[in-house]
């Protein structure tokens, strides 16, 4: 019965939001304003709705209830439970539904928290997240039902791809997802504001939280799927340009930019048109991405479906959503006034900077990540685009960007002085020449790129310190400490970056038991293998031992596993974190004289990467919170909430 | 930078057009330096040999060709397509776990004037249906997901 509870659920769901999109569009007719209180509770009923058969197909997967075919298909009784729980949106159609859940549930968060915003503009929101949730309600009532019931009941359930099988699943998805749709809201915002002509600073400081929030959960998730990736795969790389990793940083790099235009719309009244057009992108990209992802075109651990109707689906309703907020923006465009203006050099001015830069990456990555997949689509000819086309094209663009971050933070707004800025910068830029001079000291022959990046680091990680020189700490604004924080980050991962690729060691051998082997600064001892086994698989494991000069000693446990359903190998590598860096160790094959393949790798300051990842949603969250605090303080429209 | 205030929104559109337009240029002609990025076999015998840049092959791993060297981490093998070319290929490291003979293979590197393939990297599948989508259509493989 919790399959077709779950089912109904959707069912309700879909057709609330379909009610909602109705009496929205018709609460904006004149002589409809009684309409207004029902659809803020609509919302929320959808997006308890939703959630509620989201909760049903996680109980049918921690139950393991086989009678249901995503269930057999996707899971195993012998699983541990943290899959059996993460595993529910470890295929398609569970995915999609969360998915629309998160989509369903910012809804209602929307309708129930959200004050500030005009009342025909926060219906006319409302009616644009139904709109979306509709669609992808379709496509998961008819193209991806997640509660099929299979007759008969098979014995045993496939088991979930061991790759999956990682505390990575439970954290990895939902953040992501909560990012992705999460910009859902901007879009319905920036649609809701376009039809009842309201795009002005105070739409702009009613965006701005969800935005924020949106992006620290994106931010978050990148952070967590490039170490995720990093330790799982084996490889020892962090990021690897794949088109599915390409699929979050889009969004994220659109969000980022919206994050700051926004930012001079709320402030100076600046940038309407083009804040509005970013909202669009932004979504726009995180329903590019998910086509890329789960339309089965490109071959991933990601890409859980391959039914060609379901990439056409996706396809379509990503067009309707995507053409129609353009048709609208072309339409209404025109009514959007102009709004002030400001100096070149300017705060304004510098974010302007930082949104054409970021554009200018989210175009090379978005022609790389789909230019092969058109070219495809239309000649048949196979192209492969790799990560040295998004170096060689993204990489001193982003240097440059993160340049003008460095300074952007450090000028006023409307108008300012370069003089005035060089002054302010001149103490990071005797940093950065003190980093530059010390690098080519220390590490002789280093690269162009790795060079670049540690400089830059030293001197914007100094210039985004800057804002909070000769302040009064305690009474500088939360939202100031989570620009600095965000910015810092930034830096604090650009130096992991530069670090990683430039001192990386690494040392391959096939090692006897007892074998000592170098690496970097560390002496490893190799003492033999062991089998060992785990709740459903089996594995041999290496005993090594890492000491480095004098210091405390290091167990290193590479495993090579093997799955038991659905059969697979796969690599567990074993990592050492110490202060400044780590030690990384996989395990490959043996050979007849007894000896095992090791690969050792030395990453000194690689854990700055994800360190400064977190760094910047933790200066995101400072300034929702700051944001949020201010924007109390400040009395709401006059206008009566109504629900 | 002296802009007439009149005249600001048109030339912030137009330098977003022109960074967007200069992005999609950069991005063109980087993108025709790597647009013969992948190379299977019969790439390889109908364009020549890509001696100037790293690339990526793929292909078939031959039955019977995996040779491992003395040293223990370093391997050669052949790959093929279904044509009757074929790529000689030498590798050091740890060969992901799915690498085996008669399964599909991507591998990153260099060639050397003598037609060998130096791999630097052997690219991991995610499963053992996984297939480079390069050669999901050759008929080689099926080209399947998880499900």
Request: hydrophobic fraction near 35%; charged fraction near 25%.
């Given at each position: 019965m919790i399959a077709e509870g779950g089912l109904a659920a959707l069912w309700l769901a879909a057709a609330l939001s379909l009610l909602q999109l109705f009496l929205g569009a018709a609460a904006?007719?004149?002589?409809?304003?009684?309409?207004l209180r029902i659809v803020r509770p609509v919302a929320v009923a959808q997006g308890v709705l939703a959630a509620v058969a989201f909760l049903a197909l996680i109980w049918l997967f921690l139950r393991t209830d086989l009678s249901v075919e995503l269930v057999a298909a996707n899971?195993?009784?012998?699983?541990p439970w943290l899959y059996k729980f993460a595993g529910a949106w470890g295929n398609h159609e569970g995915s999609m539904l969360l998915w629309i859940t998160i989509l369903a549930v910012a809804g209602a968060a929307v309708a129930l928290?959200?004050?500030?915003?005009?009342q025909d503009t926060l219906i006319a929101t409302l009616a644009a997240q139904a709109a979306i949730g509709l669609g992808f309600y379709v496509f998961l009532l008819?193209?991806?039902?997640?509660f099929t019931r299979l007759?008969?009941?098979?014995?045993?359930g496939n088991g979930l791809n061991p790759l999956l099988q990682d505390p990575g699943l439970a954290f990895h998805p939902p953040t992501l997802y909560f990012g992705y749709v999460g910009i859902s809201i901007a879009f319905s915002f920036a649609v809701g504001a376009l039809v009842t002509r309201d795009v002005g600073p105070a739409f702009a400081r009613a965006m701005r939280p969800w935005v924020l929030a949106a992006w620290i959960f994106l931010t978050l998730g990148i952070t967590a799927g490039s170490y995720w990736a990093y330790y799982e795969?084996?490889?020892?790389?962090?990021?690897?340009?794949?088109p599915v990793e390409n699929a979050s940083l889009m969004p994220w790099l659109a969000a980022t930019a919206l994050l700051h235009s926004v930012t001079v719309l709320a402030?100076?009244?600046?940038?309407r048109a083009w804040t509005v057009m970013l909202a669009v992108v932004a979504f726009s990209m995180s329903m590019i991405g998910t086509f890329l992802v789960r339309s089965g075109i490109l071959t991933s651990?990601?890409?859980?479906?391959?039914d060609p109707q379901r990439g056409a689906f996706i396809l379509v309703l990503l067009l309707f959503y995507i053409g129609g907020a353009l048709a609208l923006f072309g339409l209404r465009?025109?009514?959007v006034k102009e709004g002030s203006r400001f100096d070149f050099v300017s705060r304004e001015g510098a974010l302007v900077v930082n949104n054409l830069l970021l554009s200018a990456i989210l175009g090379i990555v978005f022609v790389g990540t789909l230019y092969p997949l058109a070219v495809e689509a239309v000649t048949g000819e196979k192209l492969s685009v790799g990560p040295p086309y998004f170096n060689s094209a993204a990489g001193p663009i982003a240097l440059l960007l993160v340049t003008v971050m460095g300074m952007g933070a450090l000028l006023r707004w409307r108008r300012d002085d370069l003089g005035a800025l060089v002054r302010r910068i001149a103490v990071p830029i005797l940093i950065c020449a003190a980093a530059l001079l010390l690098v080519v000291l220390l590490a002789?022959?280093?690269?162009v790129l790795p060079l670049l990046g540690l400089t830059l680091a030293a001197g914007v990680g100094a210039a985004s310190l800057?804002?909070?020189?000769?302040?009064n700490l305690r009474r500088t604004p939360l939202f100031i400490w989570g620009m600095v924080v965000a910015h810092f980050g930034i830096a604090v991962s650009l130096a992991g970056m530069a670090s990683e690729s430039a001192f990386t060691r690494e040392t391959l051998v096939a090692a006897q038991p007892g074998q000592v082997m170098n690496v970097g600064p560390w002496s490893v001892r190799f003492a033999g293998v062991e089998p060992v086994a785990g709740p459903n698989w089996t594995a041999i494991e290496a005993r090594l031992t890492a000491r480095r000069g004098g210091g405390g000693s290091f167990e290193l446990r590479p495993q090579a596993r093997m799955f038991s359903s659905p059969p697979t190998p796969t690599s567990e590598a074993a990592i050492a974190t110490v202060w400044n860096g780590q030690l990384y160790v996989a395990i490959g094959e043996p050979d007849e004289q007894g000896r095992w393949q090791l690969r050792l790798w030395w990453k000194p300051w690689v854990t700055l990467i994800w360190l400064g990842g977190g760094l910047v949603a933790l200066g995101g969250l400072l300034a929702l919170i700051g944001r949020l605090r201010r924007e109390h303080r400040i009395p709401a429209r006059t206008e009566e909430a109504i629900a | 930078m002296v802009v007439k205030p009149k005249n600001q929104r048109l030339v912030l559109l137009l330098l977003a057009v022109v960074a967007v337009l200069g992005a999609v240029l950069l991005a063109m002609s980087a993108m025709r330096d790597q647009a013969s990025f992948f190379y299977a076999p019969a790439d390889v015998a109908r364009?020549?040999?890509?001696?100037?840049r790293a690339v990526r092959i793929g292909g078939m791993v031959r039955q019977g060709s995996i040779r491992r060297h003395a040293d223990g981490v370093t391997i050669d093998f052949v790959v093929g397509d279904d044509t009757p070319a074929t790529i000689p290929v030498l590798y050091t490291g740890i060969t992901p776990d799915?690498?085996?003979?008669?399964s599909g293979v991507v591998a990153e590197g260099r060639f050397r004037p003598d037609g060998t393939f130096v791999a630097s990297e052997i690219l991991a599948k995610?499963?053992?249906?996984?297939?480079?989508p390069q050669l999901g259509?050759?008929?080689?493989h099926k080209t399947e997901s998880l499900e």
């Open positions: 904006l007719r004149p002589g409809g304003e009684t309409l899971s195993h009784s012998a699983k928290l959200e004050r500030r915003l005009r008819f193209a991806s039902n997640p007759s008969p009941t098979p014995v045993e795969l084996g490889w020892g790389g962090w990021w690897f340009w794949d402030t100076r009244d600046g940038l651990v990601h890409a859980f479906a391959v465009i025109g009514t002789p022959g280093i690269g800057a804002p909070l020189w000769k302040r | 364009k020549g040999l890509p001696l100037d799915l690498f085996q003979e008669n995610h499963d053992e249906n996984y297939m480079p259509e050759r008929g080689l």
